[in-house]
């Protein structure tokens, strides 16, 4: 989907997209609960490429020429303000994260981050960028969002 493919109505086709996320989630855990526990982790995989492409490539776009306030809070794609952390959790939310949107919309983006993770993030203050890189390469190989 290109930007310029949005037409007039911006909402309504926004709506339409995440009926269809919402939807392809349902499938997932309904193929999830009906697995057998070797399946299982393929499923969680596939769902996690699916809604990290989605969201990506279809979802994001809408937002782009969204005028950005500090204050901002719209729910619609286009249209009045947004600030960064109201973005973050609107496209969360809509694609059904159960989460605390308007009190982490006001957090620092560290807040969510960890919640998100488990609290599996690495917080490095005045570090030499050597020592960072160590680290990393130290840590294993990682998935998207998953140590494998």
Avoid at 52 to 66: K, R, V
Avoid at 108 to 136: P, W
Wanted: proline fraction near 2%.
């Amino acid at each position: 989907m290109t930007y310029t493919s949005f037409g007039q109505d911006i909402s309504a086709k926004y709506s339409i997209l995440i009926k269809e996320i919402i939807t392809k989630r349902d499938a997932f855990m309904f193929e999830y609960e009906n697995s057998n526990s070797i399946k299982k982790d393929s499923i969680i995989l596939d769902a996690r490429n699916y809604l990290i492409h989605t969201m990506a490539t279809e979802l994001f776009p809408y937002w782009y020429g969204t005028k950005w306030d500090f204050n901002g809070t719209t729910r619609i794609p286009r249209k009045g303000r947004i600030a960064c952390g109201y973005f973050v959790t609107n496209v969360l939310t809509d694609v059904g994260f159960n989460i605390p949107r308007i009190k982490w919309a006001q957090s620092a983006s560290e807040v969510f981050i960890k919640k998100l993770a488990n609290n599996k993030v690495k917080r490095f203050t005045n570090e030499q960028i050597a020592n960072v890189e160590k680290y990393l390469i130290n840590s294993g190989k990682w998935t998207l969002f998953s140590r494998s």
